[in-house]
């Protein structure tokens, strides 16, 4: 079946701008979380949606948000871009039925400039 | 605060030798751990998970936990230059569905 899917897979923004990015999860998998990952600090959690609703949360700021649709697919914004905000971002999605290893979608570059 | 420590590297070995990558981590609750496969540009690929003390082995791949000791490790054995990637270590807790990852140990093998 088919894999994890982002899109799109590379951007570039100014400073100021907002952006959407898109995961498409594992058909029958319910829960999508979202990940940022920069050389400094590594892979971090940004949150987690599950049956159209927000169940977990990182630390990250308000510019940071997210829905799920009842398709499961998921959407991620971020507002008013800020330079810091150039990272890998990768969604993962998991079945959480008793298996609920993470698979990982091939990523979003996002460069702020 | 949860967290999972991982050496960065990077570790280097030659071809056919045994890697070995370590990971610790601060929660006793934690249940589920994962080995997670990174190569440059690429996003992580699952390897292996361990949730019981001991060993599994999954081909030329080993992992080992020790929850007293609180520390998980990734045994390669046979190393190939294919293997040559950063690894990531992510730990679970129980009731939380959210894994906390390490920052990786970058691996190479040399020819």
């Known amino acids: 079946k088919a894999g994890v899917t982002q899109t799109p897979r590379y951007l570039i923004k100014t400073r100021g701008q907002q952006v959407t990015l898109s995961c498409s999860p594992i058909s029958g998998h319910r829960s999508v979380s979202w990940y940022q990952q920069t050389p400094g600090q590594g892979l971090q959690f940004l949150f987690e949606?599950?049956?159209?609703?927000?169940?977990n949360k990182g630390n990250f700021p308000g510019r940071f948000s997210g829905r799920q649709f009842s398709n499961s697919r998921s959407e991620m914004n971020v507002s008013t871009l800020e330079l810091g905000d150039s990272a890998l971002y990768l969604c993962?999605?998991?079945?959480?039925?008793?298996?609920?290893?993470?698979?990982f979608g091939q990523g979003t570059r996002l460069t702020v400039v | 605060q949860k967290e999972v420590e991982q050496n960065s590297g990077p570790l280097s070995v030659p071809e056919g030798a045994i890697a070995s990558l370590n990971c610790t981590y601060s929660d006793r609750g934690s249940q589920s751990f994962f080995w997670y496969r990174q190569y440059s540009g690429k996003s992580p690929e699952l390897i292996m998970f361990?949730?019981?003390?001991g060993d599994k082995e999954d081909g030329r791949f080993t992992a080992q936990l020790n929850k007293a000791s609180q520390y998980v490790s990734l045994l390669i054995r046979d190393s190939q230059p294919s293997d040559s990637a950063t690894y990531l270590c992510?730990?679970?807790?129980?009731?939380?569905?959210?894994?906390?990852f390490g920052r990786g140990t970058s691996l190479i093998v040399h020819p």
């Open positions: 992510a730990v679970r807790s129980g009731g939380s569905y959210i894994p906390t």
């Open positions: 993962a999605s998991s079945s959480q039925t008793g298996d609920t290893e993470a698979f």
């Open positions: 949606y599950f049956s159209e609703t927000q169940r």
């Open positions: 361990i949730y019981s003390n």
